[in-house]
């Protein structure tokens, strides 16, 4: 989900009958249907509807349908039902990505534990050269790529300054690794996206990333 799509979502998240029915389909350990959303909020089925429909629209449910295990088969019609779409909802200004590098430590601590460190780099930059490789075989642009994941990228000829750290509170509390994560991550993504003319950096500034994508020398 994008920025703006999180955004968006946010958004239909204001309506409180809207916020109940999310929370009362995510908390369900079962599909809902409108009837039982409708009668466990005390509003009418076209009005539990309508909510419902509207956080499929957003992306925070997802729809379908499905009989009643105890509906004959060709009997009545089909309910639609309602369920929890992804891991949820997160939003943070400026925007952040710990699960990001959560993931990429996840994966370090489970391919080598003896050396956590060195392996959280490999996967950094694993991470990052699938991920460039999918924004290039895309044909999408790296900037838009970097805008995407929050580094709020500032492209000028020489250089493309990362305006925004994803993993600020993390980096504050551990500079070194952070910091070397984000790099090879970042090193991963331009290599993976052909970006032959952009050398990442480590150019730490206040409130920024640390990392600065630098025009290459020219051979």
């Given at each position: 989900?994008?920025?703006?799509?999180?955004?968006?979502?946010?958004?239909?998240?204001?309506?409180?009958?809207?916020?109940?029915?999310?929370?009362?389909?995510?908390?369900?350990?079962?599909?809902?249907?409108?009837?039982?959303a409708?009668?466990?909020?005390?509003?009418?089925?076209?009005?539990?509807?309508?909510?419902?429909?509207?956080?499929?629209?957003?992306?925070?449910?997802?729809?379908?349908?499905?009989?009643p295990?105890?509906?004959?088969?060709?009997?009545?019609?089909?309910?639609?039902?309602?369920?929890?779409?992804?891991?949820?909802?997160?939003?943070?200004?400026?925007?952040?990505?710990?699960?990001l590098?959560?993931?990429?430590?996840?994966?370090?601590?489970?391919?080598?534990?003896?050396?956590?460190?060195?392996?959280?780099?490999?996967?950094?930059?694993?991470?990052?050269?699938?991920?460039?490789a999918?924004?290039?075989?895309?044909?999408?642009?790296?900037?838009?790529?970097?805008?995407?994941?929050?580094?709020?990228?500032?492209?000028?000829?020489?250089?493309?300054?990362?305006?925004?750290?994803?993993?600020?509170?993390?980096?504050?509390?551990?500079?070194?690794?952070?910091?070397?994560?984000?790099?090879?991550?970042?090193?991963?993504?331009?290599?993976?996206?052909?970006?032959?003319?952009?050398?990442?950096?480590?150019?730490?500034?206040?409130?920024?990333?640390?990392?600065?994508?630098?025009?290459?020398?020219e051979?």
């Amino acid at each position: 989900m994008s920025t703006g799509e999180r955004w968006s979502a946010m958004a239909a998240l204001v309506d409180r009958s809207r916020r109940a029915l999310y929370d009362y389909v995510c908390r369900a350990d079962h599909p809902v249907t409108r009837e039982e959303a409708a009668e466990a909020h005390g509003m009418s089925r076209n009005l539990a509807a309508f909510h419902l429909d509207k956080l499929v629209e957003s992306g925070l449910l997802r729809a379908r349908y499905q009989a009643p295990a105890d509906q004959p088969r060709g009997r009545g019609r089909t309910p639609k039902v309602y369920e929890a779409a992804g891991d949820g909802l997160a939003i943070t200004v400026p925007e952040r990505r710990y699960e990001l590098i959560a993931e990429i430590l996840a994966d370090a601590v489970a391919d080598d534990p003896h050396d956590a460190d060195q392996a959280a780099r490999r996967q950094a930059r694993r991470r990052g050269r699938d991920l460039g490789a999918q924004v290039r075989d895309c044909g999408e642009d790296l900037v838009a790529a970097l805008a995407g994941l929050g580094f709020e990228p500032e492209a000028s000829r020489d250089h493309v300054l990362l305006r925004n750290c994803p993993f600020h509170a993390l980096a504050t509390r551990q500079t070194a690794l952070v910091c070397g994560l984000n790099h090879a991550f970042l090193a991963g993504l331009v290599a993976g996206a052909g970006r032959t003319d952009l050398l990442p950096r480590l150019a730490p500034r206040p409130g920024a990333c640390c990392v600065r994508l630098d025009a290459a020398p020219e051979r």
